[in-house]
């Protein structure tokens, strides 16, 4: 078939619109005041979803323009490497590209800017270097600090009202990983039950299941052996389908029956053997087996959701089983809980373990009226989690930097002041560059209603004349005005690993569709008859 081409000038504006325009559906979510958006029967299904997190939103959208596709693919990587600033990514890279536009205009080519946007992205980072604090040492700051980066992230989010509790419940549960797996947020399981309010919400040390004991077996255990499963408990089905038996009489059916379930009582013997005091299947137990269980003492926990028994295994320190040989007995990992019982939230009850050798295993339990609100609690939360776990973990950053456009302000002027010493045309580019980061202020202003003209100029005159190594001038937007240090006063701080990513990401993801000068389509195949 034939190959569209659509070249030069063309091509670059229509990647250059379509990324401006994902840009501006996303722009209206970014800072504490942003606005939430619906997505609807974006996940398949006629699903409504509220959400506020600029990855999500992106995930929703089909888009048919390829410039637009790579700046969704950026802010999909801003979310898995560190959790927040994915509405940023994209907002910024949209101005970098709506900036180079007017270069375009200009006639300056590409790859100059490109170069002038490298030079800027350097001296950007540098700066964010020279803006961060670390206070990774001292314990006591260290947390402070924690709690002010997980407030900031979730100021944006609808969990704005509560986040002084939910702040603590993230730094809590990031707390009892132990340094070395703080990236592993599977350990920190989060539960959604209907009812209540966002404020019921709480940590639970320990693991919940949301199961139910099964009939007859005992309620609470002390000092527990358990043993995880991923096997069936159904032997007393004649397994092959379409398999006949042929009898002569009823009595010969009895042995039939008989014989399976001898099989059954085999198998459960094998696992009741392993003298254990507490079994979790993944598949369903059936009557027969339960008694057998019951009747040993054994508590049975039939049907557990696949994620959660991955994540029990884990928290536990099990092996998942899948056959009950005698000779493996020594080989086999059985997990160990001091106490296992059974704990109300709401008209619900779970199954709780408490006192697991991995001690770190936690369970945030989170309350809402419905469960749109539960579902984005939960990806706020993890937002906020990513962002705390990351300034824990080992070989990560615990250094901070103000928030409340701050640091975007810091970098603009340290890249344009840097410009002004670059001859030729790629100081133009980075001058613009300089625009960009300036505009991620003034968009927190415009969401929060305010004269962003006025608010940005201020801020920028404030940030020019100090004469401190480390300028902390920034916006409050619930005051409508600049503050002299938003980190002392307001207590705005964010981490410095979120924000290079996001500025490194948005200047790669402009430099690349800026590089594009052509679009090459496949034509569709025609139709032979």
Not at 32 to 38: A, Q
Not at 93 to 120: M, V
Not at 195 to 220: A, C, H, Y
């Amino acid at each position: 078939g034939d190959v569209y081409k659509r070249q030069g000038e063309n091509a670059r504006l229509m990647n250059i619109m379509g990324a401006v325009s994902v840009a501006d559906i996303v722009k209206s979510t970014l800072g504490p005041k942003g606005m939430d958006k619906i997505l609807l029967g974006m996940d398949g299904q006629q699903g409504v979803r509220v959400t506020n997190d600029g990855a999500t939103i992106l995930k929703g959208l089909v888009m048919d323009n390829p410039a637009a596709r790579i700046l969704i693919d950026a802010s999909k990587t801003q979310d898995d490497e560190v959790g927040d600033g994915t509405t940023s990514v994209t907002v910024l890279a949209g101005e970098l590209l709506r900036n180079a536009e007017k270069l375009l205009e200009q006639s300056i080519h590409p790859q100059t800017i490109i170069e002038g946007y490298r030079a800027a992205t350097q001296v950007a980072l540098e700066t964010l270097k020279n803006l961060s604090v670390d206070h990774g040492a001292d314990a006591e700051v260290f947390h402070e600090d924690l709690l002010k980066i997980a407030r900031t992230t979730l100021s944006s989010k609808i969990l704005t009202i509560e986040r002084e509790h939910f702040a603590q419940l993230c730094v809590e549960a990031v707390m009892r990983l132990k340094k070395e797996n703080a990236q592993n947020l599977d350990l920190i399981n989060v539960m959604k039950k209907i009812g209540g309010t966002m404020k019921d919400s709480f940590l639970e040390p320990g693991f919940l299941l949301n199961k139910k004991i099964g009939i007859g077996q005992p309620r609470v255990l002390e000092n527990v052996k358990i043993m995880i499963a991923n096997t069936p408990l159904d032997a007393d089905k004649t397994k092959v389908h379409g398999a006949k038996v042929r009898v002569n009489g009823i009595a010969e059916l009895a042995d039939v029956e008989a014989a399976e379930k001898r099989k059954m009582r085999e198998k459960c013997e094998k696992i009741i053997g392993h003298n254990i005091n507490c079994f979790i299947n993944r598949q369903l137990i059936y009557n027969y087996p339960e008694e057998l269980f019951a009747g040993a003492g054994i508590m049975a926990i039939e049907h557990a959701d696949f994620d959660g028994i991955d994540r029990l295994a884990m928290a536990l320190g099990a092996d998942i089983l899948s056959t009950f040989e005698e000779a493996e007995r020594g080989a086999v990992k059985f997990g160990h809980a001091d106490r296992i019982d059974e704990m109300m939230i709401g008209s619900d009850s779970v199954i709780r373990f408490s006192g697991l050798p991995r001690g770190e295993a936690c369970t945030i339990v989170l309350r809402g009226t419905s469960q749109h609100l539960l579902d984005e609690a939960e990806r706020s939360l993890h937002d906020a989690l990513c962002v705390v776990s990351q300034a824990v973990m080992v070989g990560g950053e615990s250094s901070v930097i103000p928030g409340a456009g701050a640091s975007e302000m810091a970098m603009a002027k340290a890249v344009e002041e840097a410009a002004v010493r670059t001859p030729g045309k790629k100081q133009l580019a980075m001058i613009q560059f300089a625009n960009a980061l300036k505009m991620l202020p003034t968009i927190i202003a415009e969401n929060a209603g305010l004269d962003s003209n006025d608010l940005i100029t201020r801020l920028q005159a404030a940030h020019f004349t100090s004469t401190e190594k480390r300028c902390y001038v920034g916006l409050d937007v619930n005051a409508g005005d600049i503050n002299e240090d938003v980190v002392k006063n307001l207590g705005i701080t964010e981490s410095a690993k979120v924000k290079r990513c996001v500025v490194s990401y948005a200047a790669e993801a402009a430099e690349m569709i800026l590089r594009v000068d052509d679009v090459l389509r496949a034509a569709p195949r025609q139709r032979t008859m």
